[in-house]
């Protein structure tokens, strides 16, 4: 697998964490009324969840698959914004 096919499957499983998030806080609030601790539980769920996101980096220099300067994005890049890699291509 390569770097780019890693990084989407990682933004398309956050995708589904944040699906799962919103469920879980609208549930909640069904149930039991407006609960700033299950909004506090799906956060820390979704912080956990996105960890990985920081090992994703461009093989050749380095630079971070999701990062557009200071900006996080949630869909990876191709081509590498810094060395010009393409990511697509199977790692060396």
Known sequence: ???????????LR???????????VIVVERFWGHSSIAFAIAIVGL?????????????TCGKN???RGIFVVP???RICGKCGT???????
């Open 1 to 11: 697998m390569n770097t780019y096919q890693a990084a989407k499957q990682h933004a």
């Open 14 to 24: 956050m995708l589904g964490a944040l699906f799962l998030a919103i469920l879980f």
């Open 47 to 59: 912080v956990a969840m996105n960890t990985p996101m920081l090992r994703l980096n461009c093989k």
């Open 65 to 67: 698959l999701f990062f």
């Open 75 to 77: 869909w990876p890049n």
């Open 86 to 92: 393409d990511l697509t291509q199977a790692n060396p």
